[in-house]
């Protein structure tokens, strides 16, 4: 299998260490904006990077993109950038004839008279408009295959398939009890993403009310993670699961909520009254003169790079599935999870632990594509297709999933 990779940062660099180990791949191309990111990523594998190349892309330019999968002969793209740049990565894989992945799917817009209660533009609408071309195509669009979405949603369809006869609700939880030296705020993912998600409308699935939205930071409620983590305050996060899992797995409620804490809401707060959460370009002056930069993008810039924070790092973070329904006419719950710690990941791959919880996902997806085990054509959710395979490699990557009865 040769892939293009677009986006070295630090899940697409924690994506290139866990490929390099595998035999899967024949080839790929690290394509990034910044030539020598995309370099440095292939030079850190030594002698395993013999199978991986670097080249430069804007990831916002469809037909240098398109260019690229031809000249390298490319089966897949690998979308590793934020979500601005889906579209156009998304079209490109279309008209080269490639597959394509990603782990964040097409951007949202709030409804302009309701955006509390009612959907706009939904995550993910602009790919599954194009879902027709892609079935004509014979290709796969395999979106939100990252950790979550991606393996949550994996656990949401095994949970369908093998541990339950109706489901009343799923909900998606993510906690952590990741702490920085040295930094007051720091975190461990792509700001410019987590504001994305975070200060969006967050989207609720009711089975006899459709998707509707709350407001931002909503239904707190503690959940208690496994293996150590403890008790976490979860809130109402924006999050494609909730626009996902609908589609293929039949439950009467979706949700998706995610350890914040007091303290990162209310930063998070505060770069909204302040306008930094925008992302239209405003004026300021320059050196050499007035330039155009998005409020944004100066805060991502402030902050430290998740990719560098690894050292520094100590804790687990848990991305998992909570289930309740019935099985054998007998009410059950459960919370299907992946923990990973941040010591294990930097010692095993130089990745910290939520990059390299992230990557791990679609490098496994890809091997299951390679072997024939997952197929498919068409914009297809990780839910709309099996889960054992994923689950059985997942394992064998050295990384197992964990099952907690909660009744």
Same mark, same amino acid.
């Given at each position: ?119 706009? /533009?939904?995550?993910?609408? +602009?790919?599954?408009? =194009?879902?027709? #071309? *892609?079935? $004509? @195509?014979? !290709? ?94 979860? /809130?109402?996060?924006?999050? +494609?699961?909730?626009? =996902?899992?609908? #589609? *293929?797995? $039949? @439950?009467? !409620? ?110 496994? @997806? ?42």
């Amino acid at each position: 299998m040769r892939v293009l990779l677009v986006g070295a940062g630090g899940v697409g660099t924690a994506v290139t260490r866990i490929a390099a180990r595998r035999e899967f791949l024949t080839h790929m191309i690290v394509a990034d904006y910044d030539l020598s990111r995309a370099e440095a990523s292939v030079a850190a594998l030594g002698e395993r990077g013999a199978r991986f190349g670097a080249r430069r892309v804007d990831a916002s330019d469809c037909d240098a993109v398109r260019r690229i999968l031809l000249e390298e002969r490319c089966d897949v793209l690998l979308n590793a950038t934020d979500p601005r740049y889906v579209m156009p990565l998304f079209t490109a894989a279309l008209e080269a004839g490639a597959h394509y992945l990603d782990m964040a799917m097409s951007l949202s817009a709030p409804h302009v008279a309701r955006p509390y209660e009612e959907c706009g /533009v939904k995550l993910g609408d +602009e790919q599954f408009a =194009l879902a027709r #071309r *892609w079935e $004509d @195509a014979g !290709r796969l669009a395999l979106v939100g295959m990252g950790v979550e979405p991606g393996l949550s949603d994996v656990f949401a369809r095994y949970a369908a398939d093998e541990l339950f006869d109706d489901i009343e609700e799923i909900g998606v939880r993510d906690g952590a009890n990741l702490t920085v030296e040295g930094y007051g705020f720091a975190p461990s993912f792509s700001i410019w993403t987590t504001i994305e998600e975070c200060l969006n409308p967050p989207v609720v699935y009711e089975r006899d009310r459709g998707w509707f939205t709350t407001a931002p930071f909503s239904e707190p409620e503690v959940f208690d993670f496994p293996e150590g983590i403890g008790p976490v305050e979860c /809130v109402n996060v924006e999050h +494609e699961e909730v626009l =996902l899992i609908p #589609r *293929w797995v $039949d @439950a009467r !409620r979706v949700t998706f909520k995610y350890g914040l804490g007091d303290d990162f809401i209310a930063k998070l707060k505060t770069l909204h009254e302040l306008g930094l959460d925008a992302t239209t370009r405003v004026t300021v002056p320059g050196d050499d003169g007035p330039v155009r930069v998005s409020p944004r993008d100066v805060v991502a810039a402030c902050l430290p790079d998740p990719a560098g924070l690894g050292e520094r790092m100590t804790g687990k973070t848990c991305a998992g599935t909570w289930v309740k329904g019935t099985k054998d006419g007998s009410p059950r719950e459960v919370y299907l999870y992946h923990v990973v710690d941040n010591q294990w990941s930097m010692r095993e791959y130089g990745s910290q632990a939520v990059l390299w919880q992230t990557a791990v996902n679609p490098v496994v @997806a890809l091997e299951l594509l390679s072997t024939g085990d997952w197929s498919g054509k068409g914009v297809l959710g990780p839910e709309a297709l099996p889960p054992r395979p994923f689950l059985d490699l997942l394992t064998a990557y050295g990384s197992p999933w964990g099952m907690r009865e909660e009744n």
